[in-house]
């Protein structure tokens, strides 16, 4: 077997450390050998490494123990423990109104900002801890926003504003240092660097099921390790500071027992119906399991209740659909009905599960199965799969240092530096303030360019690789120009009106000021605070007094009078207006190419206006004169403008005030026909004459009635 081969992994408990060898073979992994060692002391707390010499003493020694059968082994896989990482929501928004299409790195740049508004978070949120520097070792997009609104994409949208919601997670650098610190005393280099729960996650719940909502328990020896995963993602991690040696203090406690001897009772209590057991005083005694358990079932609801908490916690309150138990604490006595119980789960939803869930595995014939080896194991494997290493650049000539968990991108390089991308772009431009016919409006300045990304002096992007000793430069992008406004373009949609008056054609053109000031260059450029009007005529009245020909306002006037104190309105004399055909008013609002036609006021006579009027001027009766059809009239009704008065045949004018008068009415007589006819005496002979209505003799003063028969005859 070539060295080469093997994969060395650590997994560095509060309570002991696990040390495995793996080969990848056909698909397989298969574990070589493991050797598990405790701790001689407290030199671990919280998965924490507080004794790095003590620490690297156990390492060695594990080390010691498989080189003796496996050959040198100079480069190890680690984990860092979950309960040291801190995820954290957080979310960006940019203003887009304006600018071309979204593109795929104006994503990045979205991403980046909401990342680096997550580190603010982190700084802010444990402030105690200052002295503990995180950096991102990795993030999830929840969800992308298009003006308030979720959408699966970004790329080539536009709108006004994009946001993004990112889950991201940090690790204290100081985790790293200790156990860097560790392995070179123990002669070892990290290989790879990976995170314990991710470790598990990886070799019990792929990918495919992290959309589900379930909770992974690692419990060893001083802690509990939590990890949640939802919507594609791990979402929080968590620790409970209470696990398996809280359950061996409990036995110990309740039987006298030595720390060693009570873990040893611990162990039979899932095998055993009854254990055996000496107290400190030397007494032996056969105990049943189930009175064991009875015993020490406090410290069991503690530890159930502990984690109950910090899963509601960590899940926003709610219990998740499956609770998944790993590490040597999980095989607690009834822990999983319990947690189920506590959890408001079905006892199916909540189980343990050891190496035999992991597919594609393979152990020696003398490694024992048990779930405490899920987490060695993860890390095994994820340093094939997922593997975590340190790279060094230098950002605008700082050394920056990188977990290379993935390709690392520009954009990493720039986050692990500390640069706030959000201030490296240019600041737009001052906008101008401009009253436009009255309405005060806002122009925008530009909006400043990007930053300038060089990697090695090559202008690069964000999500461009970078490699071991790469030098990485950022410029500010420039700040945006106050916008460059013309007089034409803030009225470029005001066009000329041709319009067609009684078969003739008018053109009006706008007129623009500035500030008062005529002006005739479009060209001519706004400056802040500027009055601007565009003056072009909006109706048919304001047209005709544009082309000098207001008098046809006047003339569009209806036609009234004033009789006797009353106004009088007559339609057939008032002036019409039509609007391509239609009638239509003075003020309705003319468009480019409009065909009006005016048909003006007509000014009667005085009979006319009379007609169209209740007010009657004269009466008639039509006659028979000497052989002929004749009308007499009388008036009745006389009609005085300013004083004087008016004949049949006077002209009425708009505006008009006149007063009638009425006279008495009388009969028709004979001698009224003389009124419409022109009597010729005779040439010759007497100027004796009868007088004859109906055949019969008459005299002037004879009443007539209409269709008489009136003759003369001369003697």
């Known amino acids: ?8 992994a650590l997994d560095i408990g509060t309570r002991s450390v696990v040390g495995l060898i793996l080969k990848v073979e056909n698909g397989f992994y298969h574990i070589v050998d493991t050797v598990i060692k405790e701790h001689d002391k407290r030199s671990m707390l919280d998965g924490q490494i507080h004794d790095v010499l003590s620490v690297a003493n156990v390492i060695s020694s594990i080390k010691d123990e498989l080189e003796s059968v496996h050959g040198p082994l100079h480069k190890v896989c680690v984990a860092a423990a979950g309960r040291a990482l801190k995820t954290i929501r957080a979310s960006s928004a940019f203003e887009i109104s304006g600018k071309p299409m979204f593109q795929k790195e104006d994503v990045l740049q979205l991403e980046l900002m909401a990342v680096q508004a997550a580190q603010k978070q982190i700084a802010e949120k444990f402030e105690n801890e200052r002295a503990h520097h995180y950096d991102c070792v990795g993030y999830s997009v929840l969800q992308y926003k298009l003006d308030g609104e979720e959408i699966g994409s970004l790329i080539d949208q536009q709108g006004d504003e994009v946001a993004v919601e990112i889950i991201a997670t940090f690790l204290p650098k100081v985790v790293v240092e200790s156990l860097l610190a560790a392995l070179n005393r123990a002669d070892l ?10 470790a598990a996650i990886n070799v019990l719940i792929p990918p495919s099921m992290r959309r589900l909502n379930v909770a992974l328990v690692d419990i060893g020896a001083g802690t509990s390790d939590i990890a949640i995963t939802d919507l594609g993602t791990i979402i929080s991690y968590g620790m409970v500071p209470i696990a398996g040696d809280e359950i061996t203090e409990a036995i110990s406690d309740e039987f006298l027992l030595d720390f060693p001897k009570a873990e040893e009772a611990k162990r039979k209590l899932t095998t055993n119906s009854s254990i055996t057991i000496t107290d400190i005083l030397g007494f032996e005694t056969d105990v049943s399991s189930e009175e064991v358990i009875k015993k020490i079932s406090p410290a069991i609801d503690k530890l159930t209740s502990s984690i109950k908490d910090e899963i509601l916690q960590l899940n926003n309150g709610a219990s998740p659909k499956a609770v998944m138990l790993v590490g040597g604490g999980s095989l607690t006595p009834e822990l999983p009905k319990r947690l189920a119980t506590k959890l408001e789960l079905p006892e199916n939803r909540v189980a343990i599960r050891g190496i035999d869930a992991i597919s594609h595995l393979k152990l020696a014939d003398h490694v024992q199965k048990g779930p405490e080896l899920v987490t060695p194991i993860g890390i095994a494997v994820a340093s094939k799969q997922n593997p975590i290493q340190y790279i060094s650049v230098k950002v605008n000539e700082r050394s920056v240092r990188l977990f290379h968990m993935k390709t690392l991108t520009v954009g990493d390089s720039i986050l692990a530096s500390g640069l706030q991308l959000n201030k490296l772009f240019g600041k737009p431009g001052m906008a101008i303030f401009i009253e436009a016919n009255g309405k005060s409006i806002t122009i925008p300045g530009e909006h400043g360019s990007p930053p300038v990304i060089k990697k090695n002096n090559e202008i690069t992007s964000l999500d461009d690789e970078i490699k071991h000793g790469d030098m990485i430069h950022i410029e500010k992008g420039e700040n945006g120009k106050t916008p460059f406004v013309t007089l034409g373009s803030l009225f470029d949609h005001i066009q000329a009106k041709t319009v067609t008056i009684n078969g003739i054609t008018h053109t009006v053109n706008p007129i623009y000021k500035i500030n008062g000031e005529v002006q005739t260059n479009l060209e001519t450029r706004l400056v802040d605070r500027d009055r601007v009007t565009c003056e072009i005529p909006e109706t048919i009245e304001e047209f005709l007094q544009c082309i000098n020909m207001g008098h046809f306002v006047a003339k569009m006037k209806p036609f009234s009078i004033e009789i006797d104190e009353k106004i009088v309105t007559i339609e057939s004399f008032s002036a019409k207006l039509y609007k391509n055909g239609l009638a239509t008013l003075k003020d309705a609002k003319l468009e480019n190419g409009d065909i009006v036609f005016i048909n003006e006021t007509i000014e009667p006579t005085l009979k006319e206006l009379m007609k169209e009027t209740s007010f009657t001027l004269s009466q008639s009766i039509p006659i028979i004169f000497n052989g002929e059809q004749v009308t007499i009239e009388k008036s009745i009704t006389e009609f005085y403008r300013n004083g004087e008065k008016l004949e049949d045949d006077a002209i009425i004018h708009n505006g008009d005030k006149l007063i009638s008068k009425k006279k008495s009415v009388q009969p028709f007589i004979f001698q009224d026909v003389f009124t419409v006819v022109n009597i010729e005496l005779p040439s010759s002979g007497t100027s004796q004459f009868i007088l004859q209505k109906n055949g ?20």
């Open 696 to 715: 019969q003799e008459t005299n002037f003063q004879d009443p007539i009635a209409p269709g008489d028969e009136l003759t003369i005859k001369w003697l």
């Open 189 to 198: 280099e990290m290989e790879a660097l990976t995170l314990e729960p991710i």
């Open 1 to 8: 077997m070539e060295n080469s081969d093997l994969t060395f």
